[in-house]
Structures are given as C-alpha cells and as structure tokens.
C-alpha cells in the first residue's frame, strides 16, 4: 500500500487518536491528527489529503460542522464518521450530508483499516508497485500499469511522489511506451482526479486550427468562426492538461503555450481579455527536446518549464523480465472478446519468438501482436503460426545464426540461461522446461557461472 495515501485523523480522544495513528501508519499510510475540528479545518487547507476521519462528538465544532465544511470548500476530500453515539439515524444524515461511511467506538484495528479500504479503493488510490504494477482507476474502471522491472518500479516511484504537487512533468519515451497512460496514472494520483484530463495530440492537428482548439476563438475571429468556442485548456480548468508529442508545436504557438503556463492565462482568438486558468500541465513527446533546443526547434525556456519533474520510459527491449506479464495481462484483456473460447496458454516456440523480438513499436506493437494472434487462433494456445511472419523469420534467423556460430557448450549455456530467464529463476520450473533434474540444473548453473 503506497504512502502517498495521506489520511487525516481528527479526534479529542488522545488516547484513540494515538492508536489510530500508530496503526494507519504501520500500514503504510501518511497520517496527520488533530485535536479538534478547527484545528482539522486549518490543516486541510495546506495538505493534500484523500481522506478524514472525524469523531462526531467533540467540545466547539461536532463532526456534522466539519462535514459541512469539507463538502462545501474541499470536497475532493472523503469524510468516515467516528462515533461513540452510534444510531441508524445518526448515521444516515451524515450519510446524507456527504459523509462515505461511519465507524461506531469501540472497533476493532480490522474494522477501522477495512473502511479506509474501501474509501483508498473507491477511488482508486490504491497504488501497489509489486509483481502486478501500478493501479489506479480512470473513468470508472481499474487500469494496471505492469511493470515488475527494476527500471518501471522506478517510474512508479517517482510518479508517486510528483503526482500530489502541482509540477509540471515531461515524460520521455519512444513511440508506445505508454506516454499517455503514465499521464493519467499521475493524474489519478493527484488531488485534481475528480477534475477533467484533456489530451491534446500536438502532431494531428493543422497548425492553422492549433491555437483555436487550444485556446478558443470568439465569434466572428476568423472566417468559419460562426460561434464563440472554448477551447481546450479552459474545459481543462482545475483539472490536468496533456500535451501528447509537445515537440511537433511550432515555435510560434511554443511562445503562447509559455505564457498560457506561466501567467495563467489564455486568450481566446479574436479577444483581447484574458481568462485565468488553473492546469496542471504534462507534457510528452518521443523526440531528443535538448537536441531540437540546440537546432533551434524548440524554445528553450519552454524545455525548462516543462521538463520540471522529467520522466524516462524505458523501451520494451530494454525490461524483458516485464513480457511474460504483459502477455497475460493483454490475453486477459483481449479473452473477454473472443469468441471461440478463451486462450489458456502460448505455444513454448511463440513464447520463445515474443521474447527474443526486439518490438521497436513497445506495447502498443505487443498489445497489437496478441490481440491479432487471438482473433485469427482456433485453438485455446497462441501458436507460432498466429504470430506475424516478421517475427516468426526473426526468431527462426536468430535460431539458425547461433546454430551456426556457437559451440556446443554455448548453445547449452545460452539455451539455460534463457530458460531460467523465462521462468524468472524458479529452479524447479526451469528443471522441468529442460527436462533435467535441479541437482544437474544446480551443476549447470555453477558450471557456467550463470547468475
């Protein structure tokens, strides 16, 4: 459970608030308590937190005021009631005011950890970075990032610790990486996730028609302009604006976007008020920006205003450890629109040719690759025969040159090191793919210094 769950605890119990605070922070939360609801209202403004957890009763303002208060100034916020007074109709009208859910004293560690389950899952906080990868929820459905490489725990980890700010983030990666799903992971994770998230393709649009769609245009502006328009990063006010492929923006229009992130203003075509917004700007592109800076493409001032918080995707070549994952993970996607009955499994040789490829197009090539292969296969297994010819003359190529160029030994050492690569180490896996023993597996591995 990620610690970027920051929870606040509001309770003129010391003895409870202690406990709760001992407990919700074992468990992996971030937990800040106050004594009395003012105190609680005065914290509120400078944190970031998801959820409250307020005592109803308390001396000066009860936990109904403090309810009343969060709904109406940050209702981002959600809100469990604590009580000693427990009653169905207590219950409902907090219910009905706009609290989640309430606890009655005395609870057990169980209790009070189960409710803020369901606030932390509700709204798709949970953020686990273990063998499944990141989750988070977007327009109302769970979303998996899956990463168990070293080099994806990394984004993980610093895409938890920038999404609560306010940072602008420039995420760098080749072509189908995942550029725009990492945007919205940062955008879950961030205090504006009930706000809008617009994307805008900064390479499909005419450059005539760019500063209209970003900006708006009043009416009359320019021919065609039969209506006043608002544009894009004004329907995206409060919430997270995403500049896909930002170095495809002219330099005339880099000028505007500078001033529309520094001042927090945009200007309408054709107006001459401006308007002040407030978005949190992500931006992402799959070019080398410090080159394209240096030839004089890109603004440099805006490179630096933008690459605040940068973000590195690594190619799928480069975390294999990840493919076994994500072919499941896209079987599983792509099994629930299959007609013929599900796909149990992958051929040993298609596993062998998925992983030895080098997808130059990422995860969107992968993801392609096994949807196609699950639409056009008759049986329950991903073969060999259903994967693209390219790959299948690859790995066939590959096969054929190290036949070729290894001794004997080599092939063995390599054919064994693949293998225990393909089943993540487990020897006793491993011994069975290659049909030995784990005493001759253990023999080998020290004999070939494999590690």
């Not at 961030?190 to 998230?197: A, D, E, G, L, V």
């Not at 190619?315 to 493919?323: F, G, H, I, M, V």
């Not at 196609?372 to 693209?388: C, F, K």
């Amino acid at each position: 459970m990620e610690s970027s769950v920051k929870i606040l605890l509001v309770d003129d119990d010391e003895a409870l608030r202690s406990a709760c605070q001992r407990l919700l922070t074992e468990t992996g939360y971030q937990v800040v308590v106050a004594a009395s609801a003012e105190e609680g209202i005065k914290l509120v403004r400078s944190n970031g937190f998801h959820l409250a957890l307020v005592d109803y009763r308390m001396p000066g303002m009860n936990g109904l005021d403090f309810l009343h208060h969060i709904r109406a100034a940050h209702p981002q916020i959600d809100v469990v009631m604590i009580t000693g007074y427990a009653s169905i109709e207590m219950a409902v009208e907090a219910i009905r005011q706009g609290a989640y859910d309430y606890i009655a004293k005395p609870f057990e560690p169980k209790q009070l950890l189960d409710v803020v389950e369901r606030v932390i899952k509700k709204r798709g906080l949970f953020s686990q970075t273990h063998e499944a990868g990141l989750q988070f929820e977007a327009d109302g459905r769970l979303v998996t990032i899956v990463g168990k490489s070293p080099s994806m725990q990394e984004v993980f980890r610093l895409l938890l610790k920038v999404a609560p700010t306010d940072s602008t983030v420039l995420i760098l990666g080749e072509s189908g990486t995942g550029k725009e799903l990492i945007a919205k992971a940062i955008h879950a994770h961030s205090p504006r996730k009930n706000k809008p998230f617009f994307a805008m393709d900064c390479g499909s649009l005419v450059e005539t028609l760019f500063e209209s769609e970003l900006f708006g245009h009043v009416k009359g502006s320019f021919t065609g302009a039969i209506a006043t328009k608002h544009g894009a990063f004004e329907l995206a006010n409060f919430g997270t604006f995403f500049f896909d492929e930002v170095g495809n923006i002219s330099l005339n229009m880099q000028a505007k976007i500078l001033r529309a992130i520094q001042e927090k203003e945009i200007r309408r075509v054709g107006e001459t008020d401006s308007i002040h917004v407030d978005v949190r700007v992500i931006a992402a592109t799959n070019l080398d920006l410090r080159q394209a800076v240096e030839k004089g493409g890109f603004r440099e001032d805006l490179f630096y205003r933008l690459s605040v918080i940068p973000i590195q995707l690594p190619p799928l070549r480069e975390r294999k450890e990840d493919l076994h994952a994500l072919i499941e993970h896209f079987i599983a996607k792509h099994n629930a629109r299959r007609r013929k009955g599900i796909i149990e499994s992958v051929a040993e040789d298609a596993t062998q040719s998925l992983l030895e490829y080098d997808w130059p197009g990422n995860i969107r090539e992968l993801e392609n690759v096994i949807e196609r292969a699950i639409t056009i296969e008759d049986s329950s297994q991903i073969t060999l025969n259903s994967l693209p010819k390219h790959i299948q003359t690859r790995s066939q190529s590959l096969a054929k040159e190290e036949a070729k160029t290894l001794s004997l030994l080599e092939v063995e050492k390599e054919h064994i090191a693949r293998t225990l690569q393909q089943t993540n180490w487990n020897i006793s896996q491993a011994a069975r793919l290659l049909e030995i023993d784990r005493k001759t597996l253990y023999e080998k591995i020290r004999k070939f210094g494999l590690q």
